[in-house]
Each structure stands twice: as C-alpha cells, then as structure tokens.
C-alpha cells in the first residue's frame, strides 16, 4: 500500500547536522501519520519523533528535544528529520514509519505503524 524510503543519511562529527528525508509512495498516502525510530547494535528501537498527517501535532523523545525538528511536506509526500548538534551516541538506522488514520495517541508505539522504510545509516565520528 505504501512504500517509504529514507535518505540523508551519512557519516558527520559531532556537533554537525544531518537532514534525513522519507518519501512515500503508493496508493494510498493520504492521512498518513509519520515517524522516525531509530535502533543502534544492540540496543533496541528507540523512538525519535512523530507527526501527524495535518502536521497539528508532533511529538518527540526525550533525548532529541532542542536538537530535532520534524517536519512534513505533503504535497512533495516527504517527511524531514532536521538533526542538530549530534552526538556519537545517535550513531544508529533511521527508520522511517507510517500509519494510515491514526487517530489514537500511541505515536512513540511501533506497534501502531504498518509501514516501515528500510533505514539510513548515521554515523557521528567524535
């Protein structure tokens, strides 16, 4: 129904910026909840940010507030995941997720999504 691929990702050092992108594609992109997980070796997938199809209402983790932003272009059908002041420890995937119709408030879940793009790498030298 959707297919969602990120980009962006890269090696940069610490204190630099990154900016990842999910486009979606398919039959149905309308009314789409999007998120970003992350998920490093060994550690398990962390949630990073979310945001509604209207772009009313984002959510966050606690460990990227003041140092992400999340956006959506709908009419391009793109999210963005503007990533400032890195720090080594947000060396993992990124993974783009999406949920048609969403209406509850488990967003930080990853059990609420039914799509998920296959990860970009990010890699934070210190």
């Known amino acids: 129904q959707v297919q969602l691929v990120e980009s962006g990702g890269g090696l940069v050092q610490a204190g630099g910026s990154l900016r990842l992108s999910c486009a979606a594609s398919g039959r149905t992109l309308s009314s789409l909840t999007m998120g970003w997980f992350r998920q490093a070796p060994g550690k398990e997938r962390e949630f990073v940010m979310g945001i509604t199809w209207n772009g009313g209402r984002q959510y966050y983790g606690d460990s990227v507030k003041g140092r992400f932003t999340i956006s959506r272009d709908n009419a391009k059908n793109t999210v963005y995941l503007q990533m400032n002041s890195l720090k080594p420890e947000d060396t993992a995937v990124y993974y783009c997720?999406?949920?048609?119709?969403?209406?509850?408030?488990?967003?930080?879940?990853?059990?609420?999504?039914?799509?998920w793009g296959q990860g970009t790498q990010v890699t934070v030298s210190s």
């Open positions: 997720a999406a949920v048609q119709y969403y209406s509850g408030s488990a967003v930080d879940r990853a059990r609420v999504y039914d799509y």
